[in-house]
């Protein structure tokens, strides 16, 4: 508190920019931890078994200062899912990662040491009631499309530095190979999400020997 005495007998615009960035940041950290809870709720319950109730108690807080910052429940899925989703494309758009080899492109899809593509369980299910959550959703599905969209263009680009190193077939249209990929991920994280018991270095060395099966001048 003394510097912003300081700042109160220097300028006092300034104590107001001061107080506003303190409350700012108090109100950032909040909605983070209403985010957490109903996190936190959603891979325990799911979306729809989560009332927001259950908010409340998870995150410790009352009705009214939750509602200061979501209307309902809907609010927070969406913000949850934006969260998420941010994350996976930032995930996929590591544009300084390349793989020197042609299967380690698994290592750009499937990095399980970071969230949310992480091979945690709970990040799995997480992304999976999204994908549920986007059939109910129109917009939720146009935002998750986006992201997707990019991911492949992402990958297409490494797959040409594939084809131009001679590793992939030249005609092979490079977002198609990338879709495939990803749909595979999509596959290991339902497995992860449903069976717990999907694991990510087995799910890599079965890619890498169904790449290596196809004799691509390696």
């Known amino acids: ?18 107080m506003a ?5 108090h109100l950032d950290a909040r909605r983070l931890q209403i985010l957490d809870a109903a996190r936190r709720c959603f891979i325990r319950n799911g979306f729809h078994a989560t009332s927001m109730q259950d908010v409340f108690t998870e995150a410790g ?3 009214g200062a939750v509602y200061r910052y979501f ?6 899925i969406a913000a949850i899912a934006s969260g998420a989703l941010a ?3 930032t995930a996929f ?19 399980v040491d970071t969230p949310p593509l992480a091979g945690s369980t709970e990040s799995a299910r997480l992304l999976v009631q999204i994908w549920s959550e986007a059939l109910r959703s129109p917009a939720l599905a146009a935002q998750l499309t986006d992201v997707m969209d990019e991911s492949r263009r992402v990958l297409g680009r490494l ?10 077939p030249p005609d092979a249209a490079p977002e198609e190979v990338a879709a495939v990929l990803i ?32 004799a691509l001048g390696r």
Request: overall charge negative; cysteine-free.
């Open 93 to 111: 758009a590591d544009g300084g990662k390349v793989p020197p080899q042609l299967d380690d492109i698994v290592d750009v899809v499937l990095d």
């Open 87 to 89: 994350d996976l494309a």
């Open 1 to 18: 508190m003394p510097d912003a005495v300081a700042v109160v007998k220097n300028e006092r615009s300034s104590y107001f920019e001061y």
């Open 61 to 63: 807080l009352s009705a």
């Open 183 to 214: 749909a595979l991920v999509d596959g290991f994280l339902v497995q992860r999400a449903v069976y717990a018991r999907a694991d990510a270095a087995s799910f890599r060395a079965g890619i890498r020997a169904l790449m290596g099966g196809t």
């Open 159 to 168: 797959v040409e530095r594939h084809q131009q190193a001679g590793l992939l």
């Open 21 to 25: 960035r303190v409350s700012q940041e």
């Open 71 to 76: 209307v309902g429940k809907d609010d927070i």
